[in-house]
């Protein structure tokens, strides 16, 4: 019923304005919707609102988007390329890790290792929701003006400073906690390395990748391609190689310093907390940003916690299992890199075809698995897509980041097959989970774009750790792990 009122009300509302709009399917004038109405009130370009409702056979031929369907080679071509570019970074990141988990400041501060995922996770989720956010203002038809673009991408930018400040200190005293509790001891020394370390690599990670990620959606435009296809998959991964490297160089050079004086961590941090209160307000000021702000925090701050345990079962599985540091980052950005596609494709149609509270029709918040991923839903067509991609890509990453890290294939099948399963999984669980969680936090009137993706993000780490961490002891109990057939690897 109050569903029905509302409709009501949004229908008087437009006529109200002085426009004879009709939601009939068909009608010269049909599907205008509150997405079409911009921040002046004035109505932009009509899309369709189909109020009929269909045979469930029919529902998936409905397109993801508000103007028309895409073809799904034209699709396929806009994910698979940006994705194996961004899976060349996480190969990147997993050997980057691979390479200085000898360093010192990795084996005297394991806290580093609890690290990684969380400021990864930290910097995906950031990145991925600006790129999220401004694909579907592209997509919107709301990046026209220049100035509004210019106050949209000034505000954004400054709300990730923000975020990536206050987000990185509180991993930092997360992983400082786990440390302490594990080590059973407490260093003052390196507390100050490790908040140094994450605000410099998160805040600086993030103010260079979000300008790459303007420029891509900018240039996505351009050439009449659908941003939300570009880039988030670019947010999702490019940067993790980048991060991982920063991290540890950052985390080595102030382990050599701490030794020498303080001054430097502690110049690092005061300079970073002083320039916290001039990003807050250009962030409150702006009016595309204001409300992030202040409602947008714990989407984030949970994901923090919830990629924080993959980094825990990081540092736990480290030493026991050779070069799980090397496919740990290829499993969660993978992940990452397909289920944000998704979500953002999802958030986009939401906001092109519904009112924040109201569910387009021929939708439910959960669905049957196999409507969600195979047949039944108009979500299903790109998630086969992704399903494709996430089997293929993972057998190409495999294999090229064990030939880079080894120096020539020692894969078996039995692992390649356990590693491509249990990425499927991970894979299938996350686009299914993006399904639900888009829909119920539209229905509670939050944006999809600043809320679902920081969850999802953090559950891929998550997943991606705790099965893979799960196929390697498969694998080892049956005297099959990684490596064993290379000569001295002592197995």
Same mark, same amino acid.
């Given at each position: 019923?109050?569903?029905?009122?509302?409709?009501?009300?949004?229908?008087?509302?437009?006529?109200?304005?002085?426009?004879?709009?009709?939601?009939?399917?068909?009608?010269?004038?049909?599907?205008?919707?509150?997405?079409?109405?911009?921040?002046?009130?004035?109505?932009?370009?009509?899309?369709?609102?189909?109020?009929?409702?269909?045979?469930?056979?029919?529902?998936?031929?409905?397109?993801?988007?508000? !103007?028309?369907?895409?073809?799904?080679?034209?699709?396929?071509?806009?994910?698979?390329?940006?994705?194996?570019?961004?899976?060349?970074?996480?190969?990147?990141?997993?050997?980057?890790?691979?390479?200085?988990?000898?360093?010192?400041?990795?084996?005297?501060?394991?806290?580093?290792?609890?690290?990684?995922?969380?400021?990864?996770?930290?910097?995906?989720?950031?990145?991925?929701?600006?790129?999220?956010?401004?694909?579907?203002?592209?997509?919107?038809?709301?990046?026209?003006?220049?100035?509004?673009?210019?106050?949209?991408?000034?505000?954004?930018?400054?709300?990730?400073?923000?975020?990536?400040?206050?987000?990185?200190?509180?991993?930092?005293?997360?992983?400082?906690?786990?440390?302490?509790?594990?080590?059973?001891?407490?260093?003052?020394?390196?507390?100050?390395?490790?908040?140094?370390?994450?605000?410099?690599?998160?805040?600086?990670?993030?103010?260079?990748?979000?300008?790459?990620?303007?420029?891509?959606?900018?240039?996505?435009?351009?050439?009449?391609?659908?941003?939300?296809?570009?880039?988030?998959?670019?947010?999702?991964?490019?940067?993790?190689?980048?991060?991982?490297?920063?991290?540890?160089?950052?985390?080595?050079?102030?382990?050599?310093?701490?030794? !020498?004086?303080?001054?430097?961590?502690?110049?690092?941090?005061?300079?970073?907390?002083?320039?916290?209160?001039?990003?807050?307000?250009?962030?409150?000021?702006?009016?595309?940003?204001?409300?992030?702000?202040?409602?947008?925090?714990?989407?984030?701050?949970?994901?923090?916690?919830?990629?924080?345990?993959?980094?825990?079962?990081?540092?736990?599985?480290?030493?026991?299992?050779?070069?799980?540091?090397?496919?740990?980052?290829?499993?969660?950005?993978?992940?990452?890199?397909?289920?944000?596609?998704?979500?953002?494709?999802?958030?986009?149609?939401?906001?092109?075809?519904?009112?924040?509270?109201?569910?387009?029709?021929?939708?439910?918040?959960?669905?049957?698995?196999?409507?969600?991923?195979?047949?039944?839903?108009?979500?299903?067509?790109?998630?086969?897509?992704?399903?494709?991609?996430?089997?293929?890509?993972?057998?190409?990453?495999?294999?090229?980041?064990?030939?880079?890290?080894?120096?020539?294939?020692?894969?078996?099948?039995?692992?390649?097959?356990?590693?491509?399963?249990?990425?499927?999984?991970?894979?299938?669980?996350?686009?299914?989970?993006?399904?639900?969680?888009?829909?119920?936090?539209?229905?509670?009137?939050?944006?999809?774009?600043?809320?679902?993706?920081?969850?999802?993000?953090?559950?891929?780490?998550?997943?991606?750790?705790?099965?893979?961490?799960?196929?390697?002891?498969?694998?080892?109990?049956?005297?099959?792990?990684?490596?064993?057939?290379?000569?001295?690897?002592?197995?």
């Amino acid at each position: 019923m109050g569903v029905n009122i509302e409709m009501a009300v949004h229908k008087m509302w437009r006529k109200f304005n002085g426009y004879t709009i009709l939601d009939e399917i068909g009608s010269p004038d049909s599907g205008y919707t509150m997405a079409s109405i911009n921040t002046n009130g004035e109505l932009k370009s009509p899309v369709d609102l189909p109020d009929k409702k269909l045979p469930d056979e029919d529902a998936e031929k409905q397109p993801l988007s508000g !103007k028309k369907e895409e073809r799904w080679w034209n699709t396929l071509m806009q994910v698979a390329v940006p994705f194996f570019i961004a899976g060349c970074g996480t190969i990147g990141a997993g050997l980057v890790l691979g390479s200085v988990r000898g360093w010192d400041v990795f084996v005297e501060v394991s806290a580093i290792f609890v690290l990684v995922p969380s400021l990864s996770g930290l910097k995906g989720n950031l990145d991925m929701c600006l790129a999220s956010r401004l694909s579907t203002q592209a997509n919107l038809g709301n990046m026209d003006s220049p100035r509004e673009v210019i106050s949209m991408v000034v505000g954004n930018i400054s709300l990730v400073q923000v975020q990536a400040i206050v987000a990185a200190t509180v991993v930092s005293l997360f992983a400082i906690v786990v440390n302490t509790i594990t080590d059973r001891e407490l260093n003052g020394n390196y507390v100050l390395l490790i908040i140094s370390s994450a605000i410099f690599t998160a805040t600086t990670t993030c103010f260079v990748l979000d300008f790459v990620m303007v420029m891509v959606i900018f240039g996505s435009q351009k050439f009449k391609v659908n941003p939300d296809n570009v880039a988030t998959p670019l947010a999702a991964s490019i940067g993790d190689i980048v991060s991982n490297s920063v991290l540890a160089v950052t985390a080595q050079y102030m382990f050599e310093q701490i030794k !020498k004086s303080l001054w430097q961590p502690i110049t690092l941090l005061c300079v970073y907390y002083c320039l916290l209160p001039v990003w807050v307000l250009i962030v409150w000021r702006n009016k595309y940003t204001k409300k992030v702000l202040t409602t947008g925090w714990t989407p984030v701050i949970s994901a923090l916690f919830i990629s924080g345990i993959g980094g825990i079962v990081l540092d736990q599985a480290v030493d026991r299992y050779p070069a799980y540091e090397v496919f740990q980052p290829i499993v969660n950005g993978i992940g990452g890199n397909l289920v944000c596609v998704q979500s953002s494709r999802l958030a986009t149609h939401l906001h092109q075809t519904a009112i924040p509270g109201v569910l387009p029709e021929n939708t439910r918040i959960i669905e049957w698995p196999w409507k969600t991923l195979f047949f039944g839903t108009p979500a299903a067509k790109v998630a086969r897509m992704l399903l494709v991609l996430a089997v293929c890509g993972q057998i190409v990453f495999m294999i090229v980041a064990d030939f880079v890290y080894q120096g020539f294939v020692t894969i078996q099948v039995f692992f390649g097959v356990t590693y491509v399963m249990c990425s499927v999984v991970q894979v299938m669980v996350l686009l299914y989970l993006a399904y639900i969680l888009v829909h119920f936090m539209w229905q509670k009137k939050k944006d999809p774009d600043n809320a679902a993706i920081p969850y999802l993000t953090a559950l891929g780490d998550l997943l991606g750790s705790v099965f893979l961490g799960l196929a390697f002891v498969i694998l080892s109990i049956f005297g099959l792990q990684y490596g064993n057939n290379v000569p001295g690897s002592g197995t």
